[in-house]
């Protein structure tokens, strides 16, 4: 038996190392998050701890160190814009999240271009494929970093990624951009759709 489990362990190398408790969910979308009131004070930070925590209200957050002078815009405005980034955005994104706003306007350096959200105040982008507004519904201190719980009061598509027949949104088309333990990626390869696993097969007739 001891044999069997040590043939197994081997051959499919099942020996585990730990790691002390750190950050280690991924992959995770880099956004870019625009935020601020008036053009002079619009500012984009690009942000990777962020996801969905409620369908219905539909909920999404932002984690972001209060040290980050994007911080205060949002806490001060209460509103953001979460823009997903693609394979085209990487070198912006990472340029955002390399320089701050407080010395550089990064808009300019980046050649993104702040567009009129449809809700909030805050800008969004307008090379970005997918746009959440947001609205903060409550800020917890977690440690080095905030997290800024929020509505999504409007979502905006680019019109470029929907199919002219079917109207149906294709974010795939976009190529999306991953971040994964410290590298940007883009998205392989399609390997089945929400629910494929349990469909039960069409009878050949
Ligand atoms: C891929 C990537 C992900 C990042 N994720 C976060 C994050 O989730 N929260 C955060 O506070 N900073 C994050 N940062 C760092 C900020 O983007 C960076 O400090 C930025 O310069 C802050 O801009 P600001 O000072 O103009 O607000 C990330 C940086 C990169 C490159």
Known sequence: MV???????????MERTNFKPGTMVYPLPAVLVSCGETPEEYNLITIAWTGTICSDPPMCFISVRPERY???IIK????YVINLTTEELARAT???GCRSGKIFNKWNETGLT???AEVVNAPLIIES???IECRVKEIIPLGSHHMFISEVVNISVNQK?????????????????????????????KIGK????VEKKKKKK
């Open 161 to 189: 990624f929907l199919n002219k027949e079917t109207g149906k949104f294709s974010l795939a088309d976009a190529k999306p951009l991953i971040y994964s333990h410290g590298y940007y990626f883009g998205v392989r390869k």
């Open 94 to 96: 990472d340029w955002c």
């Open 114 to 116: 702040p567009g009129k």
């Open 3 to 13: 044999y069997i489990y040590t043939v197994i362990k081997i051959r499919y190398n």
């Open 70 to 72: 994007s911080y205060d």
């Open 129 to 131: 494929p997918v746009s």
């Open 76 to 79: 001060r405005t209460g509103e």
């Open 194 to 197: 929400f629910g494929w696993s």
